[in-house]
């Protein structure tokens, strides 16, 4: 047993990986059907989707830094 538990650090920064860049698939892919087959988008979606693009990118880079390097060297 570990510093912080039994954690899987392997699994979590897969797993946090696909996370972030399933939001930003769905952002950007958001974006363009939604002008392409609604013709624009309010403005509301377009922050929301833009949102998402944004914080899959964190999400998907903080994991990997997080669970990848960062914990198990402090193991």
């Known amino acids: 047993m570990g510093r912080y538990g039994n ?3 392997a ?3 897969k797993t946090g990986f696909l ?6 698939a769905l952002g950007a892919l958001g974006e363009i ?3 392409f087959v609604f013709h624009g988008l309010p403005g509301w979606e377009h922050l929301l989707f ?4 944004g914080l899959g990118i964190l999400v998907g880079l ?11 060297l402090t193991e």
């Open 62 to 72: 903080f994991s990997v830094l997080l669970f990848g390097i960062v914990l198990p």
């Open 11 to 13: 699994f979590l920064t």
């Open 50 to 53: 833009m949102y998402a693009e």
């Open 33 to 35: 059907v939604g002008r």
């Open 7 to 9: 954690l899987e650090y």
């Open 19 to 24: 996370v972030g860049a399933g939001m930003f």
